[in-house]
């Protein structure tokens, strides 16, 4: 019923630029903190950006300064911005969204299916 698609992944040189999207759709009454997460080979998910409701932000050192994380208008869409990209940065790119479905429910925990990055020359 809810749905999370991401979209902007690719193969990027270092130093590079990619900028990711994810629009979240189907029965949608509200929407909490939405965020990205990564994966590389081996590696257990991290996160990598979050971003409330009002718009208040968190990075972890690893991509601060690097990454920016935003939320469109309507605010059922982020994106990330992701500037001068390292080979480390390659993962598979999920992103996350608390969501309630009716006025009457909690925030239940959704995920998409992921977007590959790679950054190599």
């Known amino acids: 019923q809810v749905q999370l698609v991401e979209s902007g992944g690719g193969l990027v040189q270092p130093g590079g630029s990619l900028r990711l999207s994810c629009a979240a759709s189907g029965s949608i009454f509200s929407i909490n903190t939405m965020g990205w997460y990564r994966q590389a080979p081996g590696k257990q998910r991290e996160l990598v950006a979050t971003i409330t409701s009002g718009d208040s932000t968190y990075y972890p050192d690893s991509v601060k300064g690097r990454f920016t994380i935003s939320r469109g208008n309507p605010k059922n869409t982020v994106y990330l911005q992701m500037n001068s990209l390292q080979p480390e940065d390659t993962a598979v790119y999920y992103c996350?969204?608390?969501?309630?479905?009716?006025?009457?429910?909690?925030?239940?925990?959704?995920w998409g299916q992921g977007t590959q990055v790679t950054v190599s020359s």
């Open positions: 996350n969204a608390y969501i309630a479905s009716r006025w009457y429910q909690g925030y239940d925990d959704y």
